[in-house]
């Protein structure tokens, strides 16, 4: 049987990426520091997984852990782990990677010694370029001659992942509720080797048009909602969804959104159609709904010239298209005044001393006499 090790066995190890390795006949094996979780994976040796909408739970078998932070013991049967695997991933958060580079260091470099069939190392990371980062971090701590030996048969494939995981209630143990939609995409040009048996992963040539795609319809229609939100006391996306003026709104920010993905990138506008409807159904489920506070938080980082707003509002200004909807979405992010937020606190503060105008330019990156600069100083 092959063999996959990943790193993380939360909620999105379990659900989505240790349940498709699982699904591919590979072994999965844990890595994690949360010791009663790596107990109950190595007692039950199994653990399900709920569809939200479906009957039946998903028993995922054929999987083990390691607690690497355990003891000297563990943190080489983590480096055994990696010498003998065919696939390594990761969910951990973006803030992580950097603390189990070690491990794949010591274990790529005794690999070189034992086995050099080729292997792909994915961070499956909700960060753009996180594999890239990984490696980074891993070949900091090598000598460049075993980093040119690793180059000829280590891949560290970047990846963009979507799968919705939805508040957890309790339950049976080790229960994952995940919702039925999963993409996971890697750049080819990163592969080493075959990846083609692994199920629910699909291996693209221009990875950045699926991250974009992603970005400015998930991302941007979630930001989007959720400032509108805020703004009428609705407490929760799903519900949101039920609001007409916000909806509405909402299919016109991914109208326009939608003509940048297609000009730019060439998808077939019937397919992404079909992407946007599937995203608009899965923000209205309410198996599914996210808090608005939670989607609208850290105004400052969704609102900077290079993230889900002000990025296609830009481009779109630049192929003629008026971002109408984006520009009202930018304008409600400047009103998302919550006190528990701290980015929210500072803008708020800086309107109230500097001005909007000044605030536009200082977290947009916007001049003064741009068309987005005006359009969201009106809205505002």
Known sequence: MKQAVHFGAGNIGRGFIGLLLSKSGYHVTFIDIIDSLVDDINTLKKYPVQITGKPEKIIVENVSAIDSDRNDVAVEAVVEAIVDADIITTAIGPNALKFIAENIAQGLTKRLEKNKK??????????FGSSTALKNFVYAKLSDDIKSELDKFVGFPDAAVDRIVPNQIGGEKLLVTVEEFAEWDIDAAQVVGDLSDVQGLSIVENL???????IFTINTGHAAIAYLAYQKGIKDISSAMKDVEILETARDVWAETSALLIDKY?????????YVQTTENRFANPNLSDEVFRVARSPKRKLSASDRI????????????TPAALAKV???AFKFDCAEDNDAVEIQNFIKTEGIDAAISKYTGLNPDAKLFAMIKENF
């Open 208 to 214: 950045n048009a699926y991250i974009d795609r992603k």
């Open 266 to 274: 060439k998808f077939a506008p019937a397919a992404h159609r079909r």
């Open 330 to 332: 930018a304008a409600a």
């Open 118 to 127: 080729p292997l792909n190392i994915i961070a499956c990371e909700n960060m």
């Open 310 to 321: 002000i990025s296609p509002a830009t481009q779109l200004i630049e192929r003629g298209i």
